[in-house]
Every structure is written in structure tokens, then in C-alpha cells.
């Protein structure tokens, strides 16, 4: 028992190290930080390197930057149009998965940015779809024009832009079909778009109205006629987007204006 009593009450053992100062705590800090930060300015340039300093706030947090930095998609987009890139983007979803595989999410994993950034320019997945029909509508239009253009016989001008308007699908389709895709979900289109659909309907139909004024039949109503003639273009062009025409009607430069233009020939006996 008084050996317990000795050990209890012994005088406690002396700590040989010394607390740390807060001029070391200082010191431990600095050398810290710069042994965080240093390997990371070294890749940046002098106006990067301040930036990064005056943002930082802890080691920790720079370095979590960084990092994130350096795991940034080697695709990533950097141009400042996203608005043309998302169109892009999206018609080439729909070439591979379909209109239903499209969404705003997916454009954006594709394009390397936020899921938000989409939103800036198209509100929803419908708001995308109606901006891609008018540049759809658009890209015929110019197709039209630039086909007909020095063209002065009516009936030739007519056929120069039924054979714009096949071609354009087959070089577009992803376009084609969500111009005139009836399965497509509500769309949200701009007045611009709009007008751009309008605009090459009513090139169809003042290209029809020309040729009945050549033939002595002015006071005919264009109509019935524009919709015969945009039915048989419409169709020879949505049969060849979906495949349904032999592969060796197609074979050989110049193969859908040779074919287009045989079945314009039908059409006018």
C-alpha cells in the first residue's frame, strides 16, 4: 500500500518538448502551402498564376481545383457559340439513337459542359427540336435558291427546286425528319423558325404559279397544284431517307438528280 501511495503521488514527468510557437505555426503553414500550390503554378502562366492566388482560399480547396481541371474531358467544348454547337450536337444524336435518344443532358456530356448550360439558350428539349427545324428549313431554303438561281424557264426553276429539296434530305436527314416528323413531341418554335418554313412553302407555291401563268392558266389557284407537286418530291425523298429505294438506283455521282428528275419526267405526262 505505501508503495501504491509513492507511485500516485510522485511528482509528474517533465515534457522535454517544447510547445510550438506561433511564429513556427507560421512557418509550418507557409512551407505548407507552397509545397501544395508550386507544383500546380509551375504549368500556368504569370496572369493564371495570380488568378488562381487571389481566388484560393485553403490549400485543400486549390488543390480540389486543380484537379478537377486536370480531369477535364480531352473533348471538352471551348468555342463560344454553344448555341450552333447544341444544334450540331443534337442532329447528330438523332443520327445515332433517334429522335427519342435526343435531350438537353446528353448534348451537353457531348459537348463537355455543365448539364446546366444548355438552358442559357433552349429551355426545354421541345425549345431544341423547334430551333432545329427552322435551321432545317433554312438549309432548304438557301438549298432552293442557290438551285434556281440563273434559271429562267419556269418549268425549269420548278424542278431545279424539287431536285434541291430531295437532295437536301438526303444530305440531311437528321433535319428532314424532324421537319416533318409527325411522331415528334410538342415543339417550341421561334417566330424566325417559323417564318423560314413558311418562306420555302411559299417558294413552292410562287414556283408553281409561274409555270400556270406560262401555260396561259394564271387564274388557276396554285394550290392544289403545289401540293400535287410537293407531295411527289416529299415522298421520292422520305422514300430514300428511310432506305426504301434499291441501293443501285443510287450508285455513281449525280445519282439522286438523275433519279429525281426521271420521276419529275413521269409526272408531267
Known amino acids: 500500500m505505501g508503495t501504491s501511495h509513492h507511485l500516485l503521488t510522485r511528482a509528474p514527468i517533465r515534457k522535454t518538448t517544447k510547445p510550438w510557437s506561433r511564429a513556427t505555426v507560421i512557418r509550418s503553414s507557409i512551407v ?12 500556368l502562366s504569370p496572369s493564371e498564376r495570380w488568378a488562381q492566388v487571389l481566388s484560393v482560399s485553403t490549400p485543400r480547396s ?23 454547337a447544341l444544334l450540331t450536337t443534337a442532329a447528330a444524336v438523332i443520327r445515332e439513337r433517334g429522335l427519342h435518344g435526343l435531350s438537353l443532358r446528353e448534348c451537353a456530356r457531348r459537348l463537355g459542359v455543365s448539364h446546366a448550360a444548355p438552358y442559357r439558350h ?31 424557264d419556269p418549268e425549269a426553276r420548278l424542278h431545279a427546286y424539287g431536285v434541291a ?20 413531341e410538342e415543339k417550341v418554335m421561334e417566330p ?20 400556270l401563268a406560262a401555260e396561259g392558266r394564271g387564274d388557276e ?49
Open 192 to 211: 424566325a423558325d417559323t417564318a423560314a418554313a413558311d418562306e420555302a412553302f411559299e417558294l413552292l407555291r410562287t414556283s408553281v404559279a409561274a409555270l
Open 165 to 184: 429539296y430531295v437532295q437536301y434530305a438526303v444530305d440531311a436527314p437528321e433535319h428532314f425528319r424532324v421537319m416533318f416528323g409527325a411522331e415528334l
Open 62 to 84: 486549390y488543390a480540389a481545383r486543380m484537379a478537377q481541371r486536370r480531369k477535364k474531358p480531352t473533348g471538352a467544348y471551348h468555342h463560344g457559340d454553344l448555341r450552333a
Open 221 to 269: 389557284d396554285p394550290l392544289p397544284g403545289t401540293l400535287a407537286y410537293w407531295s411527289l418530291v416529299h415522298g421520292l425523298a422520305t422514300l430514300l431517307v428511310d432506305g426504301r429505294i434499291p441501293a443501285e438506283h443510287l450508285a455513281g455521282e449525280g445519282a439522286v438528280e438523275r433519279l429525281t428528275r426521271g420521276v419529275l419526267e413521269h409526272w408531267e405526262r
Open 122 to 152: 433552349f429551355g426545354d428539349k421541345a425549345a431544341l427540336l423547334g430551333a432545329l427545324i427552322g435551321e432545317g428549313f433554312r438549309g432548304l431554303l438557301a438549298a432552293g435558291h442557290a438551285a434556281m438561281e440563273g434559271v429562267a
Open 32 to 43: 505548407l502551402l507552397i509545397g501544395t500550390l508550386l507544383p500546380a503554378m509551375l504549368t
